[in-house]
């Protein structure tokens, strides 16, 4: 037998998935995520799964949301920059903007290395990359005494250093040599090469302030994964969606800080369904992703608690709506959110204290959840409180508690429904030509209201949503990106320097591949250009089908296309400018969906409660998941409950479950 | 009440409008051609009820709050409610009209549903040029006429199609042909994309029920307003500052504001300001209402979204004559650099009251630097203007921020070094804070900034320089110190060294070294009473120098 493991380490649990790779079936178990040394909570998990069987294990996966809570915190490493002379404070300075323009009392976020602790060298790049002046290590030995011993971690990052890497990678070689051999050294070229200083250095001082503690992760993990036998290979997840090898990752953390919500998305481009928008809703946001044609959305630039990365990410919008969500009177407005009661004092429902009422909380009184069957039943829920706060909060504005509720959940869902339709509007996408995917514990709640708002007729809700993002890990593909800013206008293009951008590209993703051992495999390179039209700013992506071929009548066509798609117009009389070729390759891994399961008894309701959908009284019937299988058929008003989720099924809409265990709601209509 | 909206419906339609109106934002910053928007985000747009009230925004730019609606009033008033077809699309760009500069365009078009007029929706954007004497505008205008094309509202677009004899007249006015089209297709693309997005809000609920939410959310804001200006105590409070010059002429611009509490309504007073100037520093009225807004918005509730009902309880006097209520033909290419004066002193005059609310004031001005002429590299013309960075003013609390563009600007970005040095005959010899450059304080305000430029191309090239605030700088407020004045230094440390703040097409030639150095945010509080240990880290982290520490804040070590 050959198995594959996975974790996904969020803030409160980590999730742990173990598939058989022959046959599809896999096993999940939650546990509480350690946050003083992730590895114990991720063994206990895997221990509990994959105890007896580790030498089997052929490879692991994880994704850790640790990285970006260590930022947050600012719990990162001491960190120095080494930059050119006359630029020390460009990274303070970053690009001086003030996103709320009417705040006087704006902060700009605080940078993680201090201007103490940046540092200048006197060598100097053109912007044509001739070297104008050399660094030597003379130039370097007052930096390098204060730099020794006194920093675990230091990001270089020179003036120009796209245009031309020798002085960036001569400061990085005496370093290397100088100073104490645990010190990580970040080089921006090997990050991010490419033009604007301030995003490559905010790119360079991420990674060099997140490497120390993953580096410590992954060794720790890796020892004591051999000690269990593993011999197999250990993967983290990147932000882009693809998976590296972990001792590569420990070098290029900054790739691995939004790893978190990928796994969903990677999940959602598994199913069948060629165009899926997957969503999650957790206690304080909604988090969205687009598969559009069976690919994962990415982005080339994310921005971490307001500084700028420069890495492929794969494209999760939030927004600040989820079931913690508090409903409050402004002015005799109702409003739902952003603020959260989180999991302390958490909804009223929870009993811990919360007063103010939540979206969960109008759930409940809305009969939209079991009150039993909460958690498993693990959880009481305290319906007269909720009650009572429901009764309060209507009473402001002339409305009964039921009236209110609705109105929550509806003010809610129609905040989540608007993100969507900003999301793929933007993208010249139409939603209804899209099947909802929902996970996460409250997703499915309240996935078949969101369908009805924006007109979309499919909902489908994977088996598991509660460990859906640890599940799509499994599926993610060894990926590595690189790229590089070259601009030149399209109809100078000579085809010599088209090919030979992209084989330099190739050169240095293969080079990779191989320092990961693998040699052999399938793989799928992936080509793209960043373009704009020549005076604009932003670019577009447009994918080279086989970069083989130079067409430049083709480019144009292709970036035409997707111009006038997200901007309803296009100018044929402007010049198009090449900006970034970027490069990706994929080894793809085994893909498996999970079986069917079956049953020869018919699905029973395990009780009815009452509730209410558009302000009318309904008996709702609860259904056990387990108790649904391959071929089951139900009718809404109904509730799907299971240890980790809730799954709605509004009158009108039928739901069941397809040969993969996916449940598939369909508006009764059709 | 037969008439009361349910308030479920109210929420949700408020939230509707202003994605609307984030969406056309986004579509006009992304199709753009000029940075002016896409990188400055130097534009601003707004969704308006059919009696031109806002009813969401989304803005860059917070100069632009709340003269979007003049002009739709203006047109309304020229050709009647009537006059309006579908597809339509109007622009304008008349100072005296809109307020702001040539350089700002208004479009808006109708919202059709139905057949019928239900609404607006109109974008604010800067355009990279608008003609005028000289390219990208000029520190010594004398009249309006110098400063670029002057657009009365026109029909860009007629019944949904583009009106080509207008586009090509707006065109070949502009510097850059191709780029004024490529803009103003965007705010067309950006506008229609308002009356989609309304449109299938009005599917879902009908016009009507609309209407009645736009007023209940009317009387939400209203109602905050009012709140926020009853808790401050009745009376009249004064501040007073000035501007250097107005560019050609050298006697100081003074500015009076007068802010009158009285319950929960809020006057602006502002006689007493100077009167309009022969320099390009005046600005039409509609610009000194949105400015004065502005300054109250900063106070009253600056968390909450704008809309028709904001302001509602705000006054704005300003005498006829007064350089803040320009009139054909003073120039207005320099019109904001009042309003950064007049802005911070609204916050001024309230500080007695609204202690929590308020700042010392920031460096105030946009300190604009220009190089143009011909790259010998490149082989051709080129000019690169900027808005630069300085010091924010401390509060209670908190020391001022480093280096932040100023209030007129919004949420400008800085252009990088690489990108300088790339696209224009330019090197970057150094970008920099400006250490000592704060107004000292308890809680110091913010450093200025410094940065050196020198010219490579072997063509001659000429520096426009407009850079305010030298006389009244950012002070301080509670016994914070006032911050240091801008600079501009030509050749330093050389004999040739000159030191400018205002200048139009000065020669500079290959070599020559330019060093703009910005003023620093005012201090709050008094410089003694600041704790050790955040000197301390000052001089460690290299933003107060020893001397300066030791002289100002009676430092020791």
């Not at chain 1, 051999?226 to 983290?236: D, E, V």
């Not at chain 1, 790739?255 to 998305?265: D, E, I, R």
């Not at chain 2, 297709?185 to 009507?208: H, P, Q, V």
């Not at chain 2, 305000?445 to 191309?457: A, D, F, K, P, V």
Request: glycine share 10%.
């Amino acid at each position: 037998m050959s198995y594959r493991l996975a974790a996904d380490v969020g803030g409160t649990f980590t999730d742990i998935v173990l598939l058989n790779d022959a046959t599809g079936v896999y096993e999940t178990t939650k546990v509480l995520t350690t946050p003083e040394a992730l590895e114990k909570g991720i063994l206990k998990g895997f221990d509990e799964l994959a105890g007896d069987k580790y030498a089997e294990v052929t490879s692991i996966v994880h994704g850790t949301t640790s990285g970006l809570n260590s930022v947050i915190e600012r719990r990162g490493a001491h960190c120095a920059l080494v930059t050119t002379k006359g630029f020390r404070d460009v990274y303070e300075i970053a690009r001086a903007n003030r996103p709320e323009i009417y705040n006087i009392h704006y902060h700009k976020p605080e940078p993680l290395i201090p201007r103490k602790d940046i540092y200048e060298v006197d060598e100097r790049t053109s912007f044509d990359g001739t070297i104008e002046k050399r660094v030597t290590k003379e130039i370097m030995q007052e930096v390098i005494d204060k730099l020794r011993g006194n920093y675990d971690s230091v990001a270089v990052c020179l003036i120009n250093s796209y245009a031309n890497t020798e002085n960036e990678k001569e400061v990085c070689r005496i370093l290397e040599k100088e100073l104490d051999e645990n010190t990580i050294i970040t080089a921006s070229y090997e990050i991010a090469k490419e033009s604007r200083e301030y995003e490559r250095v905010s790119t360079s001082a991420l990674n060099a302030y997140v490497a120390p503690s993953t580096r410590r992760h992954v060794y720790a993990l890796s020892d004591e994964l051999k000690k269990r036998g593993f011999t197999g290979t250990l993967y983290m997840m990147q932000s882009s969606g693809g998976v590296i090898r972990a001792e590569l990752a420990a070098s290029k953390a900054v790739y691995t800080l939004m790893s978190g919500p990928v796994g969903g998305a990677i999940g959602a481009s598994v199913i069948n369904r060629d165009n899926i928008i997957g969503f999650d809703i957790g206690g304080t946001s909604f988090d969205v992703s687009i598969v559009v044609n069976n690919r994962i959305e990415t982005t080339v630039e994310a921005e971490i608690e307001g500084f700028p990365v420069l890495a492929p990410t794969v494209n999760v919008f939030s927004i600040g709506a989820g079931g913690g969500s508090i409903a409050w009177n402004e002015a005799g407005g109702m409003r739902v959110g952003p603020k959260s009661a989180g999991a302390v004092p958490g909804p009223v429902c929870y009993n811990r204290g919360g007063k103010q009422p939540t979206l969960t909380d109008a759930n409940l009184v809305l009969g939209h959840m079991s009150p039993k069957h909460f958690l498993g039943g693990r959880m009481e829920m305290n319906e007269e409180k909720t009650y009572e706060a429901f009764e309060f909060y209507g009473n402001q504005f002339d409305l009964d508690k039921i009236t209110a509720a609705e109105g929550v959940c509806e003010i809610a869902n129609h905040k989540m429904a608007d993100a969507i339709r900003e999301l793929t509007v933007k993208r010249g996408i139409d939603p209804r030509k899209f099947s909802i995917l929902a996970f996460g514990g409250a997703g499915p709640m309240h996935a078949a209201l969101i369908a009805e708002m924006l007109d979309i007729k499919e909902v489908i809700v994977p088996a598991n949503p509660g460990v859906f993002s640890a599940w799509g890990m499994l599926h993610a593909d060894i990926r590595h990106d690189t790229g590089k800013t070259k601009v030149s206008l399209l109809n100078d293009l000579q085809e010599d320097d088209f090919r030979r951008n992209f084989d330099e590209l190739q050169e240095e993703l293969d080079e990779v591949l191989k320092k990961e051992g693998i040699q052999g495999k399938e793989k799928k390179y992936l080509c793209t250009l960043d373009m704009r039209y020549f005076g604009q700013e932003y670019t577009i992506s447009v994918e080279i089908p086989d970069e083989t071929i130079f067409n430049k009548a083709q480019i144009e066509e292709d970036y035409s296309k997707i111009y006038e798609r997200l901007y309803g117009h296009h100018s044929s009389e402007n010049i198009i400018e090449i900006v970034n070729y970027r490069m990706t390759v994929l080894v793809p891994v085994n893909k498996v969906s999970a079986p069917q399961r079956t049953s020869d008894l018919p699905a029973k309701a395990l009780e009815q409660i009452q509730g209410y959908f558009e302000s009318k009284k309904y008996d709702i019937d609860i259904y056990k998941r387990e108790c649904l299988v391959t071929g089951s058929e139900i009718h809404g008003p109904a509730i799907v409950v299971e240890l980790t989720s809730t799954t709605i099924v509004p009158p009108g809409w039928k739901l069941w479950v397809d040969e993969s265990d996916s449940m598939i709601m369909t508006s009764g209509e059709e | 009440m037969e008439d009361k909206i349910n308030p479920i419906v109210v929420e949700i339609i408020r939230n509707a409008v202003n994605s609307a109106a984030r969406e056309m934002n986004n579509c006009l910053i992304k199709s753009a051609f000029g940075p002016g928007i896409y990188e400055m985000k130097d534009c601003s747009v707004g969704i308006f009820d059919k009696d031109a009230k806002l009813l969401g925004q989304s803005s860059g730019l917070p100069i632009f709050l709340g003269n979007l609606e003049i002009c739709i009033q203006i047109v309304t008033e020229k050709i009647g409610i009537d006059g309006y077809k579908k597809g339509d699309v109007f622009v304008m760009n008349d100072p005296y009209l809109q307020g702001t500069h040539a350089a700002d365009i208004t479009v808006f078009s109708p919202i059709f549903y139905n057949g019928k007029l239900e609404g607006f929706s109109a974008v604010r954007a800067a355009m990279q040029d608008m003609g005028g004497k000289n390219p990208m505008g000029c520190a010594d205008s004398t009249e309006v006429y110098q400063e670029g094309l002057r657009i009365p509202p026109v029909r860009l677009c007629v019944e949904g199609e583009i009106n080509d004899d207008v586009m090509d007249l707006l065109a070949i006015n502009c510097r850059y042909h191709s780029m004024m089209r490529g803009d103003l297709n965007a705010c067309i693309s950006a506008c229609y994309t308002g009356e989609i997005r309304m449109g299938e809000l009005f599917d879902r609920y009908g016009t009507e029920t609309v209407q009645k939410a736009a007023l209940e959310i009317f009387r939400q804001s209203e109602q905050m307003d009012r709140q926020a200006v009853a808790a401050i105590p009745d009376g009249e409070y004064l501040a007073e500052g000035c501007l250097d010059n107005d560019g050609i002429t050298e006697e100081e611009r003074p500015v009076k504001v007068k802010v009158i509490i009285k319950g929960d309504e809020m006057t602006i007073d502002l006689s007493g300001s100077a009167k309009m100037g022969v320099g390009p520093i005046n600005c039409g009225e509609a610009q000194t209402i949105a400015a004065c807004r502005v300054g109250y918005k900063e106070l009253i509730n600056p968390e909450k979204q704008v809309s028709g009902g904001t302001f509602r309880n705000l006054k704005v006097i300003v005498e006829k004559g007064s350089f803040l209520a320009a009139e054909e033909p003073a120039p207005c290419g320099w019109y904001f650099t009042g309003l950064g004066l007049l802005i911070d002193l609204i916050v001024k005059a309230l500080a007695p009251v609204m202690p929590e609310h308020v700042a010392a004031a920031h460096y105030g001005d946009s300190n604009v630097i220009q190089f143009s002429g011909y790259d010998s590299t490149r082989k051709k013309q080129f000019v690169i203007c900027e808005a630069t960075a300085g010091g924010w003013g401390a509060f209670k609390g908190s020391d001022g921020q480093n280096g932040m563009i100023n209030v007129v600007n919004g949420d400008l970005k800085n252009w990088g070094t690489e990108f300088i040095e790339s696209k224009y005959p330019l090197r970057i010899l150094s970008y920099k804070i400006r250490s000592d450059s704060e107004g000292a304080g308890k809680y110091r305000g913010g450093m200025g900034l410094e940065r050196t430029y020198r010219i490579e191309s072997e063509n001659d090239c000429y520096l426009m320089l407009w850079v305010e605030r030298s006389k009244t700088t950012a002070w301080g407020l509670n016994g914070g110190l006032a911050a240091k004045a801008p600079d501009v230094v030509v050749n330093p440390g050389t004999a040739e060294e000159k030191h400018y703040l205002k200048t139009t097409m000065l020669p500079v030639k290959k070599g020559d070294v330019v060093r703009i150095s910005t003023g620093g945010g005012g201090g709050y509080g008094k410089p003694e009473e600041r704790s050790v240990e955040a000197l301390k880290q000052d001089i460690e982290n290299g933003y107060l120098t020893l001397d300066h520490a030791e002289k100002i804040y009676h430092y020791k070590q």
